[in-house]
């Protein structure tokens, strides 16, 4: 399985989108990310992890899962990198490949070497943006494929058999 660790922070400041709503509300920022990394996680069927450091949101270390995205904001006095780089550690091995998404050059060197990969914060945009034209391509074609009655039908005629057909 593959996994990506998401440096959430990193990213945000990274993303046009994210950046923008950084400047007003960053808990919005943070909500974007995580819907934005739902949509790769279903698309991808990647394992995503985002962590965010706790220093942006003072408290204790919590896990929870938001959309099917696990979410750590770290402990105090520990860093997002510090923790990615453990989970990278911990999560290593010959059946999964870890990848790491930041675009900080020291953070990208210590996960190479222990084996991760990384995706820079501009090539998951990058990424992102081609995966939602793909699912905007692939929902057009389905709502194009829908079935057409060989019987000419009135609008009206037509909307109260949907109905029916929906159980309405």
Not at 40 to 56: E, M, N, Q, T
Not at 58 to 75: A, D, F, L, M, W
Request: hydrophobic share 40%; glycine share 4%; aromatic share 8%.
């Amino acid at each position: 399985m593959d996994i990506l660790l998401v440096d959430g922070y990193n990213i945000i400041g990274a993303w046009t989108e994210l950046q923008k709503l950084k400047n007003d509300r960053l808990a919005d920022a943070r909500d974007r990310l995580l819907d934005r990394m739902a949509e790769y996680r279903s698309y991808k069927g990647w394992r995503v992890i985002v962590v965010f450091d706790a220093h942006l949101v003072p408290g204790i270390e919590s896990k929870n899962r938001k959309h099917n995205v696990e979410v750590i904001y770290t402990r105090e006095n520990e860093t997002a990198d510090e923790r990615i780089e453990k989970l990278a550690s911990a999560l290593n091995n010959r059946r999964d490949q870890i990848y790491v998404a930041t675009s900080d050059w020291t953070e990208q060197r210590v996960i190479f070497a222990q084996g991760a990969l990384r995706i820079s914060a501009r090539e998951l945009e990058i990424e992102m943006n081609e995966i939602d034209q793909l699912i905007s391509k692939r929902v057009k074609e389905i709502q194009e494929g829908k079935t057409v009655s060989k019987i000419q039908l009135s609008e009206e005629i037509a909307e109260i058999f949907e109905k029916w057909r929906r159980g309405n």
